[in-house]
């Protein structure tokens, strides 16, 4: 329909009156289909022109920023009537820049609801001619997301707990043998062999107090302090902290870094700590010496981390298990390292997928998201007034 209205409009100056009505209805049925599918979103939509002035809003966008509608040429901000997200817009659409899903708490109908507000330029024939404003209640979605954080913590506390009362019971039976022990060299005044026995007590309090430790680390609510940063180099930056361990344990390491890794969002508190525990694993795998391979690499939504051993793999029977709590192989693990790891990467958005094979190595594979900080620009173009991306 737009191809024929434009075709018509090539000829405006030849339609007789009544092709010149027809065209004007089919215009009229176009808008009218167009304005049907807007108000037919379950999203907000505006549109403002360059000098930010409201231009159109959908059903949606009407219903949830309720606009004031007494001085129609004034800027958008003034229009809307909460004060978080009239802020947020006058200091977007001055800027210029674009923002993608900014969270707001506001009241709608006497009930707290959680907008998510876009702000994207619209481009026409190459140049910024005004704004489009996405807006989505996200309210029941984050909802739903916390229900379910609140499941899976549950059933993850029900299998720590369980771990926790294990772990705990062998370190409580050795204290319990050991200060009987103790007590009958005192009565017996063997005093020689006191320090022997204390040494162990203090043994056992010291790993107690590491059951403890990763207990609640496991199960507390991370404080992540995301901040944009450089991938690479706290890779670079960990691996030299362990190359003497390295280099002692005969183990080879080759980073291949890809250039010009975008910067991502992460806590380098935790992303340290989770690297360093793949790589300590990976070191343990390869008692024998070996190769450790860190790879990085990134399209255009996430960015890929890669930590390789050529050790002893992992059997395909304790593969699906090895991010279970307290599910070790090794004689001195608490069982918990891979299961920081998964907490860690997941607190930050990110996925962890291993492959291994015994005898072969293992690769485990950390996957981040990219944030969308880049300008993408909506295309206007001119003749027949369509929007696109």
Not at 349 to 376: A, H, M
Request: charged share 25%; with cysteine.
């Amino acid at each position: 329909m737009r191809d024929f209205i434009q075709r018509a409009l090539t000829k405006l100056n030849k339609l007789t009156p009544v092709q010149m009505q027809d065209l004007l209805i089919s215009a009229a049925a176009e808008i009218d289909r167009m304005e049907t599918v807007l108000d037919s979103l379950n999203e907000g939509v505006m549109v403002c022109d360059d000098q930010h002035r409201l231009v159109m809003a959908n059903k949606f966008a009407e219903r949830f920023l309720p606009q004031t509608r007494e001085h129609e040429n004034d800027q958008i901000w003034t229009l809307i009537k909460y004060d978080n997200i009239r802020d947020f817009l006058s200091q977007t659409l001055v800027s210029g820049d674009r923002v993608e899903e900014k969270e707001f708490d506001v009241e709608f109908k006497d009930k707290q609801r959680l907008l998510s507000v876009s702000v994207l330029p619209l481009v026409r024939n190459h140049q910024v001619s005004g704004s489009l404003i996405y807006v989505e209640d996200i309210t029941e979605k984050r909802g739903k997301e916390a229900r379910l954080r609140r499941a899976e913590n549950l059933a993850s506390l029900t299998t720590l707990a369980a771990g926790v009362a294990h772990e705990i019971k062998n370190p409580l039976g050795s204290l319990s043998i050991h200060i009987q022990l103790i007590q009958k060299a005192v009565a017996g005044n063997q005093l020689s062999v006191l320090d022997k026995y204390i040494a162990v007590v203090n043994e056992e309090i010291d790993r107690l107090n590491r059951i403890v430790v990763d207990f609640l680390f496991a199960v507390r609510p991370m404080d992540l302090e995301p901040r944009e940063g450089d991938i690479n180099a706290l890779i670079a930056e960990l691996v030299e902290f362990v190359r003497y361990e390295l280099d002692e344990a005969r183990i080879n390491c080759v980073m291949e870094l890809s250039e010009n890794m975008p910067p991502i969002d992460f806590d380098e508190r935790f992303m340290k700590q989770a690297l360093l525990n793949l790589i300590k694993n990976a070191i343990a795998a390869m008692s024998g010496g070996g190769t450790l391979t860190i790879t990085t690499g990134f399209n255009d939504t996430e960015i890929q981390i890669s930590v390789k051993d050529t050790g002893i793999g992992i059997s395909e029977e304790n593969l699906p298990k090895i991010f279970e709590p307290y599910f070790t192989t090794k004689p001195t693990g608490t069982g918990l390292g891979l299961t920081l790891v998964f907490k860690i990467i997941r607190e930050h958005r990110g996925d962890l997928n291993v492959k291994s094979r015994e005898g072969e190595g293992t690769d485990f594979v950390i996957t981040l998201p990219i944030p969308q900080r880049e300008t993408r620009l909506l295309a206007f173009e001119n003749s027949g007034g369509q929007y696109a991306v």
